[in-house]
């Protein structure tokens, strides 16, 4: 979309970054993470895996893995300044995306380390004791110490629920991590990058993202996406629920997005590891009525923005895949974060690297020429 002067509303199509850590295809619907497809990359990888991944360009040996998890594991446990604003934002009923791009900014305070990478596990390693502890603190249950022998997303199951998750749970929550952990030059990633760009501090690029990653157009849909499908009900109501939302100028939430033309090729990733999860030990029904809502959402919005091509995005199936999981629906964005934030700090590293400070121009539309008119003139 660009205007005959150059200006390109929301930047769409503009190629504004070069980068080898994901190539997204709108058009096919492929989701390529550092050379892999989706797909092999979400159901094979650990979090701690694909992280490495990301920020050395390839699969870490064993004793590099081992390392890295000991690493992560030993800097998981917060600040206590970090902690005393939590209970504090809980005492005011703070959202956890509040309470979390809040917490996140304290967490190089008193920090010594000035290596990127070193700063980068810190805030990957945090951001997940972070979203955790302030859900309990919110629920008035005593905190979890972090448990250095368990993986990242095992320890973040831990860490919210006090007990040690099963394997089939870890693995859906390791698929999940994996499977949001980068996508190209999203909002949020754009925004991190922008901040690093100025050769500011990582800290402030995350907590700049995280900003980002809460509006509702980003990442802020699943949990609404989910509320439509417990409003529904039950298949027979879906139209009528959708058709009225439609009417009433709203979005259905999880579907349409700004690359993907076809479906969203993470819809398809998690709603496999959606339906696993279900069908080993969760409520069957709940997964075929989200089917059944999928579909008739994709065919109203057919006839509803005809030749706009608005298929599911990732968010209607994280929603599905989360809920599974045991999250309540207001940790599904800050999830979402504990996952990205390995994303957004590859793009950070990449950005310190080869990037040029991020600066493009506006039209001016305002007035020309005015006269300034004294105060008591006015
Ligand atoms: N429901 C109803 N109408 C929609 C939807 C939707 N989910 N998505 C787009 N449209 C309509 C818009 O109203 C617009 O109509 P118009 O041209 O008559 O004004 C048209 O389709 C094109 O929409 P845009 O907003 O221009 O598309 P854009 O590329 O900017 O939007 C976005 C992408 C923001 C994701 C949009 O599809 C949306 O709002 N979806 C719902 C929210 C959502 O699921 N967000 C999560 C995205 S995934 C992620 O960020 C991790």
């Known amino acids: 979309m660009t205007t005959n002067n150059g200006f390109t509303p929301g930047l769409e199509g503009v190629v504004a970054a070069e980068t080898a850590l994901s190539h997204v295809d709108g058009l096919k619907g492929e989701l390529i993470i550092a050379g892999f497809p989706l797909a092999e990359l979400a159901a094979k990888a650990t979090f701690e895996e694909a992280t490495y991944l990301l920020w050395h360009g390839r699969l870490p040996t064993q004793t590099e893995l081992d390392d890295l998890k000991q690493e992560l594991a030993a800097l998981r446990p917060l600040p206590s300044a970090t902690l005393n604003l939590l209970r504090e934002a809980a005492q005011v009923h703070t959202t956890p995306m509040d309470a979390l791009r809040m917490a996140a900014a304290t967490l190089d305070l008193g920090s010594s380390h000035t290596d990127p990478l070193t700063t980068g596990k810190m805030v990957v390693a945090r951001v997940g004791t972070i979203v955790a502890s302030y859900h309990r603190l919110r629920q008035g249950q005593p905190l979890i110490t972090p448990d250095a022998t368990l993986g990242h997303a095992a320890n973040y199951l831990y860490l919210l629920t006090g007990e040690r998750p099963s394997e089939a749970r870890v693995r859906g929550l390791e698929t999940y991590f994996n499977t949001v952990i980068d996508h190209s030059l999203n909002a949020s990633t754009f925004a991190a990058r922008v901040i690093v760009a100025t050769q500011t501090d990582l800290v402030s690029a995350i907590t700049g993202a995280i900003g980002a990653l ?6 802020g849909a699943p949990g609404p996406a989910l509320e439509t499908v417990f409003e529904i009900g039950t298949a027979d109501r879906a139209e009528a629920v959708l058709q009225a939302k439609l009417d009433a100028g709203e979005r259905l939430m999880g579907f349409g997005h700004r690359v993907y ?3 969203d090729p993470r ?6 590891a959606a339906e696993k999860m279900y069908q080993a030990d969760g409520d069957m029904a709940l997964y075929e009525l989200a089917k059944a809502v999928e579909a008739t959402a994709v065919r ?8 706009r091509n608005l298929q599911t995005n990732v968010e209607f199936y994280t929603a599905l895949l989360l809920h599974g ?12 974060a504990v996952g990205r934030t390995a994303g957004w700090l590859a ?3 990449e950005q310190m690297k080869n990037g040029r400070l991020m600066r493009p121009q506006s039209r001016y539309t305002g007035e020309m020429d005015r006269e300034w008119v004294p105060i008591a003139a006015r």
């Open 267 to 272: 819809a398809e990733v998690l709603g496999a």
């Open 214 to 219: 809460k509006g509702p157009l980003h990442g």
């Open 347 to 349: 793009h950070c590293f």
């Open 261 to 263: 033309k076809v479906r």
């Open 325 to 336: 999981l045991g999250l309540d629906t207001d940790l599904f964005t800050p999830t979402f």
């Open 300 to 307: 109203l919005l057919a006839s509803h923005k005809p030749g």
